[in-house]
């Protein structure tokens, strides 16, 4: 990945992330588009997985703590592997699919640990069911947040590539050879 490329991905994920210091209803929060993004367009994975979570760890710093951190870190790791899958099949199509399954893994994961480590709900499959159900009001914001931020940061950074050809991948790849 060239050095301009880089930058400019890794200054769009921090943008992004710093965005849930600004007010905004529950859930609806640009990270989840920044691990897909991260994961989409980082070729070194290590990298991909970090930046996402070294974005979301600052804005913690910040915004304070909360108990059980590790799922949603780890849910916003898978989404950074569907990131993966992304970087070299980005269409409208599949990167509004891969919104959709970020946000129902998000909500998936990180209900079932309110179900398994809080004491909210009854350790049962009804107590599971009703944590589910008690969060969708909440899926709501996190549909629309995850589609507003993909849509912004994936559509973002391709009138940037448009505009700007020293971001165009291709581009570096022809320019080296």
Known sequence: MSRPRFVVVALIILAAAASRLIPHPPNLASITAVALFGGAY?????????????????????????????????????????????????????????ALAS??????????GVWAF???????????????????????NTLVGDAVYTTVLFGGFALAEKLFPILRERDMAHAQA
Request: proline residues 4%; charged residues 10%; positive net charge.
């Open 42 to 98: 980082l070729n070194d994975k290590r990298l991909a997985l970090l930046v996402p979570v070294a974005a979301l760890l600052l804005s913690d710093l910040v915004l304070g703590f909360y108990s059980h951190m590790e799922i949603v870190y780890g849910s916003f790791l898978i989404v950074v592997c569907i990131g993966f899958w992304l970087q070299r099949r980005r269409s409208a199509l599949r990167i509004a699919g891969a």
């Open 103 to 112: 946000s129902v893994i998000f909500f998936v994961v990180t209900n079932f």
């Open 118 to 140: 809080e004491p909210l709900y009854p350790k049962t499959a009804a107590g599971l069911l009703a944590c589910y159900v008690a969060a969708i009001p909440f899926f709501q």
